[in-house]
């Protein structure tokens, strides 16, 4: 791997075990998050806790040299999966508060969100590829 594709490693990896644990640290705001977005509440406590398990599983894969383009291509998922709750939001004119990093960054949702997100995208479509 080059050294361009290990900073992206590196980066994806940081941003969504932070992200998982974080969530996991703040379950119910990470639940009250989740119903905010609309989520059905029948699903908001398997998704709670889902969700940062898919996010390690996303750092870890990405950790591994053999993973690595799985874990990159895990993280794009989940941030088109982000993404696009974020936009539907935006489109309804709400404003739910993101709490992508648990208590870290809570924050009510706006356009700097998507642009975060899709920034995020880049390091992981260059695991994906170039990994």
């Given amino acids: 791997m080059n050294v361009l594709v290990v900073i992206a490693c590196v ?3 940081a941003v969504f075990a932070v992200s998982a644990v974080t969530k996991v640290l703040d379950l119910a705001g ?15 406590p398997a998704i709670a806790v889902l969700l940062p398990v898919v996010e390690i599983a ?11 383009w799985f874990g990159g ?3 794009l998922a989940l941030l088109a999966a982000f993404t696009t ?12 508060e993101c ?7 809570a924050a009510p949702i706006d356009r700097r969100a998507v ?4 920034l995020l995208a880049v390091p992981a479509v260059l695991v ?3 990994a």
């Fill in 30 to 44: 990470t639940r009250r998050m989740l119903a905010e977005f609309g989520m059905p509440s029948t699903y908001v």
């Fill in 128 to 130: 994906t590829v170039a």
């Fill in 99 to 105: 709490r992508c990093f648990g208590r870290l960054g």
């Fill in 58 to 68: 996303a750092a870890v894969t990405v950790a591994v040299p053999a993973t690595a």
């Fill in 115 to 118: 642009v975060r997100n899709v």
């Fill in 85 to 96: 709750a974020i936009v539907a939001n935006l489109g309804l004119g709400r404003t739910p």
């Fill in 73 to 75: 291509a895990l993280a």
């Fill in 11 to 13: 980066i994806v990896c």
